[in-house]
């Protein structure tokens, strides 16, 4: 049915949108039922005048409450001739019936975790007394509550399949798998199994229930984790830049990490070579941490002597292996980074993870570098972001607050280069 012309202009005008609006948002609550009422407080005089014509009865004050099924009932008798639902929808106001939605998502819900449990019955899972808790889990956590219906269905099919694979007894499940490969064997896909997707943090649930521990919550544990399922991640694509390592090992890459050095040259070390390296070190070694490579580039070209890691911003997987591991030989670290917020909260996750050493990080330097660079005519960055406190010194964002102009390191080479140097601690 189509409103005649007239009763669609009177209806559609905009003293009568607010009730509009809010009659649609109850019909849908109602499961598109003209029930209940819906209350309109604040109302202007022409708002007012259009509610009375429209309801046949005076709204002298600024709060109506309107009764859906009187409602319905006038237009029914007017000229538009239809019901409120009708009307509704040919204003323009699509109509859903989010009562109806609700059941038929909790139809879903409850059917997705039988489908759920036959699958496990008819795998290689079955009878394995974590599958329970881990579906429990799930099902708990809401962990598939975004997904449309057979989304769910489909990604915890692919759970299971590669939870069967990894978990089974039988003897090839005890072969690694590489992850892309596992990936690709059950998704049709490499990334299949990228830590930001919903089927890894499905799988990984399911191997820590089996093992009895709490799902990883960092890159590390998610690492950890896939290796002692016999899954192998890729470790080649990521490297942590590095200069002036000298390891103290007799085999061929202890050696050429040596000889690197030797020649002032920087070395890239993905994880795959720092899981075969013995990057054993002199016990009173101090390695200096940078975030921009630009850093190891001028200690390079300086032919420095002291030993330095780069974050390359924001510390990566192999960056965090590396630093782990001199952490855990009881080096001394001291780390350096931009005067932004960025940076500063880059240095608080460093220095609190090792216990590092602040690197002319002090409010101090920040007040030296602004010196520097006003000398120099540098022009200033303006601040960008929350500001963020400074974990090492109280003083510091303060400080930057006040000035409100960013540092990124290149400023400070100078003074970064002449602490690396021959002779210097």
């Not at 997904?147 to 069967?164: E, F, M």
């Not at 002199?282 to 390079?300: F, K």
């Amino acid at each position: 049915m189509t409103l005649p012309p007239q009763a669609r202009e009177f209806l559609a005008q905009p003293d009568l949108s607010r009730m509009w609006t809010a009659v649609h948002h109850r019909l849908e609550r109602n499961g598109l039922q003209p029930d209940g009422s819906v209350r309109l407080a604040g109302c202007s005089v022409a708002e007012r005048e259009a509610l009375s014509l429209l309801l046949g009865r005076r709204i002298a004050t600024g709060t109506a409450t309107i009764r859906l099924a009187d409602l319905d009932s006038r237009l029914r008798a007017s000229a538009a001739g239809c019901g409120l639902i009708t009307a509704v929808e040919q204003l323009g106001l699509s109509l859903t019936d989010r009562r109806a939605a609700r059941d038929t998502g909790r139809q879903a819900r409850a059917a997705l975790w039988t489908v759920a449990e036959a699958a496990v019955a008819a795998s290689p899972l079955a009878g394995q007394d974590w599958v329970g808790g881990w579906l429990d889990d799930l099902r708990r956590t809401g962990a598939l509550g975004r997904l449309a219906p057979q989304d769910a269905v489909d990604v915890l099919h692919r759970a299971i399949r590669v939870l069967g694979l990894l978990r089974s007894d039988r003897e090839e499940a005890a072969a690694p798998y590489g992850r892309g490969e596992l990936a690709t064997r059950v998704t049709g896909t490499a990334h299949g199994l990228d830590d930001d997707t919903t089927l890894s943090r499905l799988v990984l649930r399911g191997l820590a229930r089996a093992v009895g521990s709490e799902p990883p919550e960092h890159a590390p544990g998610r690492r950890a984790l896939w290796r002692a399922a016999a899954v192998v991640p890729d470790e080649v694509s990521s490297t942590v830049l590095t200069y002036g390592l000298r390891p103290a090992g007799h085999g061929w890459r202890e050696r050429a990490l040596r000889e690197r050095a030797d020649h002032h040259a920087e070395t890239h070390l993905t994880l795959r070579e720092l899981r075969k390296l013995d990057v054993e070190l002199p016990s009173d070694t101090l390695v200096h941490i940078c975030e921009n490579p630009r850093v190891v580039e001028a200690a390079a070209e300086a032919r420095c002597s002291g030993v330095l890691v780069c974050t390359s911003g924001s510390a990566s997987t192999v960056v965090l292996e590396l630093l782990d591991t001199l952490a855990a030989a009881g080096l001394r670290l001291r780390y350096h980074g931009d005067f932004d917020w960025p940076g500063i909260a880059l240095a608080n996750r460093v220095i609190r993870r090792y216990s590092a050493l602040p690197w002319r990080m002090a409010v101090e330097d920040y007040e030296q570098l602004a010196v520097h660079a006003r000398n120099q005519g540098s022009p200033g960055l303006p601040l960008v972001g929350i500001p963020v406190e400074a974990s090492w010194d109280a003083d510091l964002a303060a400080a930057m607050t006040a000035l409100n102009v960013a540092f990124h390191e290149e400023l400070a080479l100078d003074w970064l280069i002449a602490d690396l140097a021959p002779g210097q601690p």
